[in-house]
């Protein structure tokens, strides 16, 4: 299997997204969502988007906003990739951006429904770059710490890459990778001391433990 890639989420900190970088993640992300305990405000972004260094991507997590909405900000501070919620979106043309499609799954009957996503995206010609799949927890968008039923995923295979996030940390990533075998992990308060507030230790452990496997 390949080198499994890691994205860190929910970075408030230039110092954080720093040793991100520091530590080998292939990507870091910028949650735009005002409801987050995560949250950054678009008009104070620089410091963190000056503090990303060349070859990291940085991706902005965006809810509640139509793909042209999230393109147009995307655009405006130079971001990468654009995650978006697969459910209640239109699905425009997101060119020249690569998009994260975000499933939140609970039992069979979300596999399914990550299907017919699938099936009516490739009709359209407009598969989304991988799909992020999170835990689903009612009433609450990521970052909760609840992790992903794993189990429902290990034979689970999409046309295109899967992110898993979820209630990972550095001692349980390590079996999610060897369940799951997804192309990539995305962590938030599993690397954290507070919501927002990345703790280095846990930052190397985890990335330590993706390694491992």
């Not at 499609?101 to 299907?115: G, H, K, L, N, T």
């Not at 349980?172 to 060897?178: D, F, G, T």
């Not at 992990?185 to 280095?200: Q, R």
Request: aromatic share 8%; glycine share 8%.
């Amino acid at each position: 299997m390949s080198r499994t890639r890691v994205k860190i989420c929910g970075l408030t900190r230039p110092d954080d997204v720093r040793l991100t970088a520091d530590l080998g993640a292939d990507a870091v992300g910028f949650n735009f969502y005002p409801k987050s305990p995560r949250y950054v405000d678009p008009r104070e972004a620089g410091p963190l988007l000056r503090a990303v260094p060349p070859l990291l991507d940085a991706v902005g997590v965006f809810v509640d906003l139509k793909i042209r909405q999230a393109s147009a900000l995307a655009y405006q501070l130079g971001l990468g990739t654009i995650q978006c919620f697969a459910d209640g979106n239109d699905w425009e043309d997101w060119h020249p951006f690569r998009m994260l499609a975000v499933f939140r799954v609970r039992d069979d009957s979300s596999i399914r429904e990550m299907e017919r996503h699938m099936d009516r995206w490739k009709s359209l010609g407009r598969l989304p770059n991988a799909i992020l799949v999170d835990a689903h927890v009612e009433g609450q968008l990521g970052g909760t710490g609840q992790t992903a039923p794993w189990h429902l995923l290990k034979n689970f295979r999409p046309a295109v890459p899967l992110i898993l996030a979820g209630g990972l940390t550095p001692d349980n990533v390590a079996e999610a990778i060897r369940t799951v075998r997804p192309y990539g992990v995305d962590v938030a308060s599993g690397v954290e001391s507070n919501p927002g507030k990345k703790d280095p230790d846990k930052m190397r452990r985890f990335m330590e433990s993706v390694r491992s496997v």
